[in-house]
């Protein structure tokens, strides 16, 4: 095949595209003009124009031009039920009828702060926001305020959000810091002030000598190691059998908070990933899945940390915010939650091993150097093989994959499947095991359709 018929195919997987989204292409054409790209989230733009979808039902979705889609991005991974579980929009319902949000302290907040904290080890106190921004922007602050330091430890290709502190090394970055070989070069994204790499400290995950050093270098200095106990956006990139726990004994001996950005993860186990780890962190960040589809953040911990933000006590941290624990938000979150039991968390998380196993299997077949990462409900397809133990590791693979991600992308929404640009997934429990099977079916046509380009263009993927 020549150079101009392989690139044939991605002109084809996108005018097939553009055919069946013609709607899509006139709202896109009418919204540039007043949003961005047409969007308002970075993350959920892709081109040539994403799909306009007007409505949602259990793990299906629909467009502006009528076309199904299997969901598998729940609003990534926000959706654990998937679109308008009945007994949530019951709930919600129930609410609407008295009042959405009142200004004031109410029963149902306390309920879905018991509700959390009866299930997430960490948990004596919470307060609740509206996203998971907010919800580490706090727990952040929460730090400082209780350890009297200001400085953090995070992690390269860390995503918690997009307050400023958190903006340093959101993209993974290979330059090591001069002097200290082996920790990445901390660069502030770009729209943050520089000024906050003053106190902001990167290291690998999965790298506990990196966090010792630092620990070492600052001690007296650090409040806290923030991390997502498995890399999200940069991944789906799980920890070593006992970094968490080291991770645990590093921050104890050297008087550091430990901090988990639980706003995935809380879905791996009923208490996430520390209950599952059985480690327990200082302070917990939440959101998505705890808000039933409506925009939530939480964060919490020791009571000994979170009295900080007792209004009682003198000079306390002045924590607001006029949507903090809306009553719809708790309503539905509080729904959610009891749904989402033992029961349902290990039903997911066999079709999450099983769609991770698939995708393996479908990339072996087809003779193309391929695997997923992931665990539980949580799964990321990777154009690379080898182990995935950091972030870098991750973005070596997309960098050196070309349009391969993109065009995967499109031909699974062609075939009638909503995923990640990015290429991750998340399981609802609103789907089984045909629904995975049928993926396969999907996933597997599209990586037949690509494999020519994989041929010409990326060679080094083909397993010889
Ligand atoms: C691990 C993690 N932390 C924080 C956030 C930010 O949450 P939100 O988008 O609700 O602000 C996200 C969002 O994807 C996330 O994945």
């Known amino acids: 095949m020549s150079n101009s018929e392989v690139h044939e195919i991605f002109r084809d997987i996108e005018e097939r595209f553009k055919h069946r989204t013609l709607k899509s292409a006139e709202h896109n054409a009418r919204a540039k003009h007043r949003l961005p790209g047409g969007d308002t989230r970075t993350a959920t733009f892709y081109k040539p124009y994403p799909a306009y979808m007007v409505r949602g039902k259990g ?3 629909y467009d502006a031009d009528g076309n199904e889609y299997i969901d598998m991005l729940n609003n990534y991974t926000s959706l654990i039920h998937g679109h308008a579980h009945p007994k949530v929009m019951q709930a919600v319902r129930d609410q609407l009828e008295s009042g959405s949000v009142f200004g004031s302290a109410t029963e149902i907040q306390y309920f879905h ?9 960490s948990l004596d106190l919470v307060r609740y926001n509206n996203s998971g921004t907010e919800a580490t922007m706090f727990v952040m602050r929460a730090a400082r305020a209780f350890s009297g330091k200001d400085m953090f430890i995070k992690m390269d290709g860390g995503y918690h959000g997009s307050h400023d502190f958190i903006e340093v090394n959101v993209f993974p970055r290979q330059a090591s810091q001069p002097g200290a070989e082996g920790l990445p070069l901390p660069v502030v994204e770009a729209g943050a002030p520089k000024s906050v790499l003053n106190d902001m ?3 690998p995950f999965n790298d506990l000598d990196a966090v010792e ?3 070492k270098k600052y001690e007296g200095k650090i409040a806290g190691v923030i991390l997502e106990p498995i890399l999200g956006a940069s991944g789906m990139v799980t920890p070593q059998p006992d970094y968490l726990k080291s991770l645990r004994e590093l921050t104890d001996r050297y008087g550091a908070l430990l901090i988990f950005d639980e706003v995935i993860t809380f879905r791996i186990s009923t208490g996430g990933m520390q209950k599952d780890q059985g480690v327990t962190p200082d302070l917990t960040a939440m959101g998505k899945i705890i808000g039933g589809g409506f925009p939530v953040g939480a964060f919490g911990g020791r009571k000994g940390i979170m009295d900080v933000f007792d209004p ?3 000079n306390a941290l002045f924590h607001s915010g006029t949507f903090n624990g809306s009553d719809v938000m708790m309503a539905a979150g509080l729904a959610t939650l009891e749904l989402y039991d033992q029961g349902a968390v290990d039903r997911i998380n066999a079709l999450g091993a099983k769609l991770r196993n698939g995708i393996e299997a479908a990339f072996k077949k087809e003779g193309i150097r391929g695997q997923s990462t992931g665990l539980g409900s949580l799964a990321q397809i990777h154009w690379r093989s080898g182990k995935i133990t950091n972030a870098m590791d991750s973005a ?5 994959a ?6 995967l992308h499109l031909e ?6 909503y995923s990640a640009p990015r290429g991750m997934l998340a399981i609802s429990t609103a789907m089984d095991e045909q629904i995975i099977d049928k993926f396969f079916e999907a996933f597997a046509g599209a990586l037949d359709l690509l494999k020519p380009y994989v041929v010409e263009q990326a060679p080094h993927l083909l397993v010889p």
């Open 213 to 215: 050093i630092l620990l």
């Open 412 to 417: 699974l929404m062609n075939r009638g499947f």
């Open 402 to 407: 070309g349009d391969l991600p993109r065009f």
């Open 312 to 314: 009682n006590r003198p």
């Open 201 to 203: 400290l990167v290291v």
């Open 396 to 400: 070596e693979g997309f960098s050196r």
């Open 59 to 61: 793990c299906y979705l």
């Open 113 to 121: 702060a018991e509700h959390l904290c009866a299930r997430v080890p």
